[in-house]
């Protein structure tokens, strides 16, 4: 049944966080200790916040929280590979992965769809029904994610089957007036809380932003 408030990620109805793009286990540590709900490893050797096997096994076991996987179209022992490796808890699909590839590995998944204005979230919502949530991301053409960018929230659902996550162009000083426009179940920051390179995580944005997610909850 269609609902305007979808089932919340969290257990207090709160909007769930997740810092995605984690390369660094101190990063790992700060995300679980100011209360940020996941963190994102990400295995996509095109992505500036790509990161190796070994270090990615490093900063999973540095974090307390939900440990997510992010691929783009990858071969199946890729992803069996990070699972075990890293324990991970969730996985997360960028691109063009039917739900039967996505429901083949024993793991709770996100979809991750790219908007447009022809996006049909509706009909997504009930192809990968079987999805913990639909995350919703900008479209930038031959980028699967990650771009920084934000969709039109005009195209923003009001009923839905699925938890929505909230992505693309958010940051510290947006964050809380996103979560009060949409309402989303979760929200998912890369570039938004980094430096000025690409990639490079910035330990006082990251605090800021769990904080504003936090105050507007």
């Known amino acids: 049944m269609s609902q305007s408030n979808p089932v919340s990620l969290r257990p207090d109805g709160n909007t769930w966080c997740k810092i995605c793009g984690i390369t660094q286990p101190e990063h790992a540590r700060l995300c679980s200790q100011l209360g940020a709900d996941a963190i994102g490893l990400v295995f996509v050797d095109t992505s500036p916040r790509a990161i190796s096997m070994d270090a990615a096994r490093r900063v999973a076991r540095a974090a307390n929280i939900t440990r997510i996987g992010l691929f783009v179209d990858a071969e199946p022992a890729l992803v069996t590979d990070a699972i075990r490796t890293c324990d991970l808890d969730v996985l997360q699909f960028q691109g063009d992965e039917n739900p039967g590839y996505c429901e083949g590995f024993g793991r709770p998944y996100v979809k991750a769809v790219r908007v447009q204005a022809d996006t049909d979230i509706q009909q997504l919502t009930q192809s990968f029904a079987s999805a913990m949530a639909l995350q919703l991301d900008a479209f930038v053409e031959g980028v699967a994610g990650g771009t920084g960018q934000q969709f039109e929230w005009d195209l923003w659902p009001s ?58 909850s």
Do not use: Y
Request: proline share 7%; glycine share 12%; charged share 35%.
């Open 159 to 216: 009923k839905v089957d699925l938890p929505l996550i909230l992505a693309g162009g958010l940051r510290p000083d947006n964050v809380g007036a996103a979560i009060k426009r949409l309402k989303p179940a979760g929200v998912d920051v890369s570039g938004g809380v980094e430096t000025e390179v690409r990639g490079e995580k910035d330990p006082e944005r990251i605090r800021k932003f769990v904080q504003e997610v936090r105050n507007v």
